[in-house]
T-cell receptor
Framework: DTGVSQDPRHKITKRGQNVTFRCDPISEHNRLYWYRQTLGQGPEFLTYFQNEAQLEKSRLLSDRFSAERPKGSFSTLEIQRTEQGDSAMYLCASSLGAGDNNEQFFGPGTRLTVL | GNSVTQMEGPVTLSEEAFLTINCTYTATGYPSLFWYVQYPGEGLQLLLK?????DKGSNKGFEATYRKETTSFHLEKGSVQVSDSAVYFC?????????????FGRGTSLIVHP
């Protein structure tokens, strides 16, 4: 399978715990995006990388959230001190190129439930 | 800031009916426009796109035309099938400060009955 993969697919955690999600993009794609999606809403942009550089962060990305893409390949999204409001589907997408009209390929998502 | 507004769903149609899903946008720049589709149990995938005014994107019988004067990108299909049942997301990508920030609508669910 050469698509975008995410791990884990589901995560249940208690409030206050830290969680980390992983995204493996399509291998030759230089751009990688993270989104959050809640029920009945579209994906909300969180951040994106071009190669290993984090180029943009949404104001939705509080200090408790951090993302890395150390070698320009896979990426991790960490949420520290989780809150119930963090419960959502976290989507990763990748694309090839530097323009604004390039197709994004989405992974299946990681569903986070904070108890 | 940028925003995308889609008609609320669900849209329920009989097979072979005509489909329109409305999408309007606001953007600070000159965005590219997209429709993504999410079939049950699957991830989002690109359906079609348009990058400049009056461009028409098309795929799998779906069409949408970039209307700058009305800031719209309505999705149409002449004859829907049961297999078109899915959630459809309108989106834009706009260059703001040198970076391309994607903005998605909330999605419109389409249910097609045999």
């Amino acid at each position: 399978d050469t698509g975008v993969s995410q791990d884990p697919r589901h995560k249940i955690t208690k409030r206050g715990q830290n969680v980390t999600f992983r995204c493996d993009p399509i291998s030759e794609h230089n751009r990688l995006y993270w989104y959050r999606q809640t029920l009945g809403q579209g994906p909300e942009f969180l951040t994106y990388f071009q190669n290993e550089a984090q180029l943009e962060k949404s104001r939705l990305l509080s200090d408790r959230f951090s993302a890395e893409r150390p070698k320009g390949s896979f990426s991790t999204l960490e949420i520290q001190r989780t809150e119930q409001g963090d419960s959502a589907m976290y989507l990763c997408a990748s694309s090839l190129g530097a323009g604004d009209n390039n197709e994004q390929f989405f992974g299946p998502g990681t569903r986070l439930t904070v108890l | 800031g940028n925003s995308v507004t889609q008609m609320e769903g669900p849209v329920t149609l009989s097979e072979e009916a005509f489909l329109t899903i409305n999408c309007t946008y606001t953007a600070t720049g000159y965005p590219s426009l997209f429709w993504y589709v999410q079939y049950p149990g699957e991830g989002l995938q690109l359906l079609l796109k348009a990058t400049k005014a009056d461009d028409k994107g098309s795929n799998k019988g779906f069409e949408a035309t970039y209307r700058k004067e009305t800031t719209s990108f309505h999705l149409e299909k002449g004859s829907v099938q049961v297999s078109d049942s899915a959630v459809y997301f309108c989106a834009l990508s706009d260059k703001a400060g040198g970076s391309y920030i994607p903005t998605f609508g909330r999605g419109t669910s389409l249910i097609v009955h045999p």
